[in-house]
């Protein structure tokens, strides 16, 4: 008897410009999907690792930010979530950091390295 092999989770954030009123240098996004829907537990480890990467959630903003961040923090957060079987759809205000990352890997990833942009 053959195993089924887990379905990756596809997550897509959009990122936002969050820079106005008090929160400056800053980067943002909402979780504006999550295909198949994660388990409690799952989400939770997605969560560890948005905070573990500086962002906290802004209830009035309905987003999670992270202000004055550590150079590199978006490209460690994205490896951690790939880590946990996530493949991530990004949409909106990318950061450049990101966008830089995507034009660095190889023409045809394979769908474990897929991390797609849209803008």
Same mark, same amino acid.
């Given at each position: 008897?053959t195993r089924k092999q887990k379905e990756p989770t596809v997550v897509t954030l959009g990122w936002r410009d969050? %820079?106005?009123?008090?929160?400056?240098?800053?980067?943002?996004?909402?979780?504006?999907?999550?295909? +198949?829907?994660?388990?409690?537990?799952?989400?939770? /480890?997605?969560?560890? /690792?948005?905070? /573990?990467?500086?962002?906290?959630? %802004?209830?009035?903003?309905?987003?999670?930010?992270?202000? %004055? +961040?550590?150079?590199?923090?978006?490209? /460690?957060?994205?490896a951690e979530l790939e880590s946990l079987g996530c493949m991530l759809k990004h949409e909106g205000n990318v *950061?450049?950091?990101?966008?830089?990352?995507?034009?660095?890997? *190889?023409?045809?990833?394979?769908?474990?390295?897929?991390?797609?942009?849209?803008?």
């Amino acid at each position: 008897m053959t195993r089924k092999q887990k379905e990756p989770t596809v997550v897509t954030l959009g990122w936002r410009d969050e %820079n106005y009123g008090s929160v400056h240098a800053a980067s943002a996004f909402r979780v504006l999907d999550h295909e +198949p829907y994660m388990s409690d537990a799952a989400y939770g /480890k997605m969560v560890s /690792k948005f905070r /573990k990467h500086g962002f906290q959630i %802004n209830h009035t903003r309905a987003a999670w930010i992270a202000e %004055n +961040p550590k150079p590199g923090y978006l490209e /460690k957060l994205v490896a951690e979530l790939e880590s946990l079987g996530c493949m991530l759809k990004h949409e909106g205000n990318v *950061p450049a950091e990101l966008r830089e990352a995507a034009k660095e890997r *190889p023409e045809e990833p394979t769908a474990e390295e897929t991390t797609s942009f849209s803008m």
